[in-house]
């Protein structure tokens, strides 16, 4: 079992930069792909970027791909996407996401989803 839980959410003028922490309890942390996934208004929940339980490989999405970079620190059992260049086509729920297997985007990204974090609001105004 992985418990997940976001900070850093908050309200953000466009142009700046948060970061998002996600801190995940369990013994299985560091053989679980992890990664963001958001949900806008009215809008269904897309994915945002993964990061490989071994930390080798990275996937974003297109339309955050140069401007968010998510990391993981294994010993602090943390992910972390650090956003910048925030526009409010940002603005969403984020929730951070596990998935056991093998390592690898690929397989994140195909899912299933093994484990949600409750989700963080980050609001980009204009």
């Known amino acids: 079992q992985v418990q997940l839980v976001e900070s850093g959410g908050g309200l953000v003028q466009a142009g700046g930069s948060l970061r998002l922490s996600c801190a995940a309890s369990?013994?299985?942390?560091?053989?679980?792909?992890m990664g963001w996934l958001r949900q806008a208004p009215g809008k269904e929940r897309e994915f945002v970027a993964a990061?490989?339980?071994?930390?080798?490989?990275?996937a974003y999405a297109d339309s955050v791909k140069g401007r968010f970079t998510i990391s993981r620190d294994n010993a602090k059992n943390t992910v972390y996407l650090q956003m910048n260049s925030l526009e409010p086509e940002d603005t969403a729920v984020y929730y951070c996401?596990?998935?056991?297997?093998?390592?690898?985007?690929?397989?994140?990204?195909?899912?299933?989803?093994?484990?949600w974090g409750q989700g963080t609001r980050v609001t980009v105004s204009s």
């Open positions: 369990g013994r299985t942390f560091s053989s679980t792909n």
């Open positions: 996401a596990a998935q056991s297997g093998p390592s690898g985007t690929y397989y994140f990204r195909r899912g299933p989803i093994d484990y």
């Open positions: 990061i490989s339980w071994k930390g080798g490989s990275t």
